[in-house]
């Protein structure tokens, strides 16, 4: 049997290295993907849909980023 080379990355055991630091941007494309798809289906015409989406994309940045604060806040009183 031939041993593991001791530097092998293991999916699901251990995390990328590069992905803590930067895991945060992840949600921007993800709230768009949410953003554009929810609109898609609620909009009665095609045309209406990059504005809308454009503009419940900012707000759930906004909702995600005032939900950050008031969880910050909370730790930093509970401490």
Do not use: N
């Not at 080379?5 to 941007?25: E, M, R």
């Not at 953003?35 to 849909?49: E, H």
């Not at 906004?62 to 950050?68: H, K």
């Amino acid at each position: 049997m031939i041993p593991a080379a001791p530097y092998v990355y293991h999916p699901f055991i251990d995390p990328l290295p590069w992905a803590w630091a930067h895991w945060a941007w992840t949600l921007l494309p993800l709230c768009a993907a949410v953003a554009l798809v929810y609109k898609s289906i609620k909009c009665s015409t095609m045309s209406r849909v990059p504005r809308e989406a454009a503009v419940i994309f900012v707000w759930i940045i906004v909702g995600m980023v005032l939900a950050a604060g008031a969880l910050a806040g909370l730790v930093k009183v509970m401490q």
